[in-house]
C-alpha cells in the first residue's frame, strides 16, 4: 500500500529534513526502523538497536573510526561521542573499570529513604516503587559488584526485609535474573534450581569469642532464634505446642515481661521437640502424629498458611540427641541452605544429616555424620559443617568434640575440642544466625547469646 501510494498516488514535493522526526509520533519508529535497518556490527563495533534508537559501542584506535562508520553511511558525532571514564547509560552508571561503585553510591541512599517510608506499604506496590531500582541493572553490575558494595545493598535488601515484613532474597533475585538473561541469549534454558542456593562458604568455627545471658524466661526446655533476613525473633517455649511468639527485634525481646509479651502465631499443627527454625521468611518446625510419622511442616510467616510439608525417614520417633528426648529432628539453616539432623532409628547410633531443597523440602542428599547420639544435647550447621555439642546427664560444662564436613575438607581428629562458657546447666537448643556469626541457645530457661569466631577453611 506504501508503494502503491508513493508510485501512483499524488505526490508532494521532495523535502530535505536535516532536524529528525519529533519523539512520539507515529511515524517515528518506522522511519527509524527504515532509515537503520541496513547498518550492522561489526568485530570492532557492536550496533544495539531500541525502538526509536540505537547506540555504537566500539574502539577507536588513533582517532580511526571511519571503517564502521563509512560502511554504514554515517559519520560520528564528536559532541554526542564519549570516551568511557564515567558515563549513565539507560539508567546504569558505568565506568571504566565497569564496576558498579558509583552507580551503588547514587542508588543505596536514595532507596534508604524509601525504605523507610514505605513501612504497611503492600508487598507488590514495594517492588514496583523500590524494589526495581534496587535491582535494577543487576544483570549488568551483579558479577563485577566489590564486598564493601554488596555488603551494602545486602543491609538495605535486610532492612526492606524487616519493614515490610518479608523477606527479599537478593542473591537468590540476581542468580535468578542472571540465568534467565543468560539462556536469552544462548537460546535455550538453563536449569537454577540448585545454582540459586550455592555459597561461597568456606569457613570453620574456630573460637566461641563471647558470652551473653539475655535474659530468663519460659520453661526449661525450648528454643528461640532470629530470622537471617530481618531482625524479627522467634520464640517457642517448651517442648511442644501450636503457639509461636514474635518479637521485632532482640531488644523488644529482652524488655518483654514474658514470652506472651509477643505476637501470637497459631500454628496448623502442634509442634514437637526445640528441632524448629526460622529462614527468610518461613517457620519450619516438626510434627509427629504418631511415634511412626514425623513430618516437616514450612510455614509461610507472611501468608499465615503451610506452603509445603513432607514426610521424614526418621523410623519410630527415636531422639536424635540423648540428652533433649523430645526433639526427634532437628532443622538448622547456613549460608549454604537448609539442613535437618535426625536418627534414622533407635538402633541408629550416630547422627544423621539431610540436606534440603528449600523450596520443596526434597532431600538432596544424606550423610551418616559418624558423631554419636550419645550424651549428645544439640547441634548447629556452619557452612555445611556439623557441630555436636555434648554434655553428661548430671549437667556440666557442655563442649564441641565432633564435627562432620560434607565437603571432606575438615575432619573430626584435626578440629579442636570447643568448651561453652561456663553457665547454667544443659542446651535444650543451639540455633546459629549466618548474617550474625552468633548462637541463639536456650539453656535451662536463660536465653543465651554465643558469639563465634570463624576461620576460613585449609582447602585440599
Keep these: 500500500m506504501i508503494l502503491d501510494h508513493l508510485t501512483k498516488g499524488s505526490q ?17 519508529p518506522l522511519l527509524f526502523t527504515l532509515n537503520t535497518t541496513d547498518s ?46 564515567s558515563s549513565k547509560y539507560l539508567g546504569v552508571h558505568l565506568n571504566k573499570n565497569l564496576d558498579w561503585t558509583h552507580g551503588q553510591q547514587q542508588t543505596v541512599p536514595a532507596q534508604e529513604a524509601e525504605v523507610f517510608g514505605s513501612a504497611g506499604t503492600p508487598p507488590e506496590d514495594f517492588m514496583t516503587l523500590v524494589g526495581s531500582a534496587i535491582f535494577y541493572g543487576m544483570v549488568c553490575w551483579s558479577s563485577s559488584i566489590t564486598d564493601r558494595d554488596r555488603k551494602r545493598m545486602d543491609r538495605l535488601v535486610r532492612r526492606a526485609s524487616s519493614v515490610l515484613g518479608r523477606p527479599m532474597d537478593r542473591d537468590r533475585r540476581r542468580m535468578d535474573r542472571l540465568v534467565r538473561r543468560a539462556s536469552s541469549v544462548l537460546g535455550c534454558p538453563l536449569d537454577n534450581k540448585h545454582n540459586a542456593h550455592k555459597h561461597n562458604c568456606v569457613e570453620i568455627l574456630s573460637a566461641i569469642r563471647s558470652v551473653k545471658i539475655l535474659k530468663r524466661v519460659g520453661g ?26 514474635q518479637f521485632d527485634s532482640v ?9 506472651a509479651g509477643g505476637r501470637l502465631i497459631r500454628l496448623p499443627s502442634d509442634w514437637t521437640g526445640a528441632g524448629g527454625a526460622v529462614y527468610n521468611g518461613y517457620l519450619y518446625y516438626v510434627h509427629q502424629e504418631t511415634r511412626t510419622d514425623v513430618q516437616l511442616v514450612k510455614f509461610d510467616l507472611m501468608s499465615g498458611a503451610v506452603s509445603d510439608a513432607a514426610v521424614f525417614p526418621a523410623e519410630g520417633g527415636a531422639p536424635v540427641y540423648e540428652l533433649n528426648p523430645e526433639t526427634v529432628a532437628d532443622v538448622a539453616a547456613d549460608d549454604e541452605g537448609l539442613w535437618v539432623l535426625y536418627a534414622a532409628s533407635g538402633a541408629e547410633p550416630n547422627i544423621n544429616l539431610a540436606k534440603l531443597d528449600r523450596d520443596s523440602l526434597d532431600i538432596e542428599q544424606i550423610w551418616d555424620t559418624g558423631c554419636p547420639r550419645e550424651k549428645a544435647e544439640a547441634a548447629f550447621v556452619i557452612c555445611g559443617t556439623v557441630y555436636v555439642a555434648y554434655n553428661t546427664r548430671l549437667a556440666s560444662r557442655s563442649r564441641l568434640q565432633c564435627l562432620f564436613d560434607v565437603n571432606g575438607v575438615v575432619v573430626n581428629e584435626e578440629a579442636p575440642l570447643l568448651y561453652f562458657p561456663r553457665r547454667y546447666g544443659a542446651h535444650a537448643s543451639l540455633k546459629y544466625n549466618p548474617e550474625e556469626r552468633q548462637l541463639y541457645a536456650w539453656d535451662d530457661g536463660y536465653q543465651i547469646i554465643y558469639r563465634l569466631s570463624l576461620k576460613r577453611k585449609l582447602l585440599l
Excluded: M
Excluded at 12 to 28: E, H, I, K, N, Y
Excluded at 46 to 75: K, P, Y
Excluded at 222 to 245: I, K
Excluded at 251 to 259: H, I, P
Design 12 to 28: 508532494s514535493d521532495r523535502l530535505l529534513c536535516s532536524t529528525g522526526v519529533p519523539q512520539g509520533t507515529v511515524l517515528a
Design 40 to 85: 550492522h556490527s561489526s568485530s570492532s563495533c557492536h550496533l544495539q538497536n531500541f525502538s526509536e534508537d540505537s547506540a555504537a559501542v566500539g574502539l577507536i584506535t588513533d582517532g580511526d573510526d571511519t571503517d564502521w562508520s563509512l560502511r554504514n553511511n554515517l559519520q560520528i558525532n564528536t559532541g554526542k561521542t564519549k570516551e568511557l571514564v
Design 220 to 245: 526449661a526446655k525450648g528454643l528461640w532464634t532470629r530470622d537471617p533476613s530481618s531482625s524479627r525473633v522467634y520464640v517457642f517455649n517448651g517442648t511442644s505446642g501450636d503457639a509461636v511468639y
Design 251 to 259: 531488644r523488644e525481646f529482652s524488655r518483654s515481661a514474658g514470652v
